[in-house]
T-cell receptor, first 114, second 114 residues
């Protein structure tokens, strides 16, 4: 099976712009989670989608949003970018998102905000 | 809410040395525990996980971890490290019931000197 794919791999944006990141989960996986990884904060949970519904949400401002499509592909949007949004954004998929499920991670999208 | 502490931020060892990375979690109920590894330039991948049964779990590449419930710990061990084990290691926890998010520790950078 193909792994989790994320596009684009690298992005450079300026403050105030918005950005959309895309994630394609492993075939058959219905849960998609998003994480922000920074050197200072480590891996922080953004949100999780299952069957096109946001099921869990982390402690991020409303500028961070996402959605999931009927084929389980997911997108994440960040509006009004700030310098502090520079990070590696990771997507992970799992069959059902249950607590014992293994999450499979994609390579990430490296976002740089100037 | 659950939390995870990894006590060692950066560990430097020589090849063939034994390894133990500490992980403690905080949560009032039963949990699933994970160790993920991120090799340089690669994406996060699962090393091993515990969700029930034998508290000593074995993972890939000779790694193992022991769940000690009374100490809320899930330390990672390897009897003899190799240069190729140089990577960042993340401990993570999720509640055993429901669809709660995966919470990560801040990671331990492991450097193996040939």
């Amino acid at each position: 099976k193909a792994g989790v794919t994320q596009t684009p791999r690298y992005l450079i944006k300026t403050r105030g712009q918005q950005v959309t990141l895309s994630c394609s989960p492993i075939s058959g996986h219905r849960s998609v989670s998003w994480y922000q990884q920074t050197p200072g904060q480590g891996l922080q949970f953004l949100f999780e989608y299952f069957s096109e519904t946001q099921r869990n949400k982390g402690n991020f401002p409303g500028r961070f949003s996402g959605r999931q499509f009927s084929n389980s592909r997911s997108e994440m949007n960040v509006s009004t970018l700030e310098l502090g949004d520079s990070a590696l954004y990771l997507c992970a998929s799992s069959p059902s998102g249950g607590g014992s499920d293994t999450q499979y991670f994609g390579p990430g999208t490296r976002l740089t905000v100037l | 809410a659950q939390s995870v502490s990894q006590h060692n931020h950066h560990v430097i060892l020589s090849e063939a040395a034994s390894l133990e990375l500490g992980c403690n979690y905080s949560y009032g109920g039963t949990v699933n525990l994970f160790w993920y590894v991120q090799y340089p330039g690669q994406h996060l991948q699962l090393l091993l996980k515990y969700f029930s049964g034998d508290p000593l779990v074995k993972g890939i590449k000779g790694f193992e971890a022991e769940f000690i419930k009374s100490k809320f710990s899930f330390n990672l061990r390897k009897p003899s490290v190799q240069w190729s084990d140089t990577a960042e290691y993340f401990c993570a926890v999720s509640p055993n019931f429901g669809n709660e998010k995966l919470t990560f520790g801040t990671g331990t950078r492991l450097t193996i000197i040939p």
